[in-house]
């Protein structure tokens, strides 16, 4: 089993809708979680950390279940401009920073 | 300030060629790393500087060499590559303080071809 798995999309979704990511992870020593967005030939940019309590960010929400190993990040009235490769990260602790291999969104007009 | 520079932005160079890759952060941060990118892929390891010592190297061929000169430079040396090794290489950087959720910051990253 992959340390952090995703659904590697294609996810084509139409402006203004509500689309949903999941990442599960194998280490239950986890320590830290983040969501980061790719653009096509840019670097990683940070989106969210994932707090346990859960977090939200105006249209974004990040969410934390440590019993089930998952995160997952809420994009609500999707924009064109949040198309991008969205890369759930987890910090095993210290600078053990495992990507999952990313999920791609398009947002259609 | 979250940047992290890296030069230069494109790199290309034949095999017997000797090139360097740069990286400079100011946020005090004590972990740098660096990373090699393929297309439609995340993100793979190669090395991980923590206090200027190199405390973690992925397996990486030796024709990769990494420098960390002092706590805000990180250099990659390369010699001898092959054409496989062309790709997307990042430098990151993430603060390390006790008790504190270390956060990576990416920088633009230097595109590499090797002909």
């Known amino acids: 089993r992959k340390e952090v798995e995703q659904d590697p999309g294609p996810f084509n979704v139409p402006e203004g809708a509500t689309v949903a990511f999941n990442c599960t992870y194998s280490n239950s020593a986890s320590q830290s979680f983040f969501w980061y967005r790719q653009d096509c030939r840019k670097e990683p940019k940070l989106l969210m950390s994932v707090y346990s309590s859960g977090n939200e960010d105006g249209r974004f929400t990040a969410q934390l279940n440590r019993a089930s190993q998952y995160i997952s990040l809420l994009i609500r009235d999707s924009k064109l401009s949040d198309s991008a490769t969205y890369l759930c990260v987890v910090n095993g602790g210290g600078q053990n920073f495992v990507f999952g291999p990313g999920t791609r969104l398009s947002v259609l007009p | 300030d979250t940047e992290v520079t890296q030069t230069p932005k494109h790199l290309v160079m034949g095999m017997t060629n000797k090139k360097s890759l740069k990286c400079e952060q100011h946020?005090?941060?004590?972990?740098m790393y660096w990373y090699k990118q393929k297309a439609k892929k995340p993100p793979e390891l190669m090395f991980v500087?923590?206090?200027?010592?190199?405390?973690i190297n992925e397996s990486v061929p030796s024709r990769f060499s990494p420098e960390c000169p002092n706590s805000s430079l990180l250099n990659l040396h390369l010699h001898a590559l092959q054409p496989e090794d062309s790709a997307l290489y990042l430098c990151?950087?993430?603060?390390?303080?006790?008790?504190?959720?270390?956060?990576?910051?990416f920088g633009p990253g230097t595109r590499l071809l090797v002909l």
């Open positions: 500087y923590s206090y200027e010592k190199l405390s």
């Open positions: 990151a950087s993430s603060q390390i303080l006790a008790g504190i959720q270390e956060t990576q910051y």
């Open positions: 946020m005090g941060h004590r972990a």
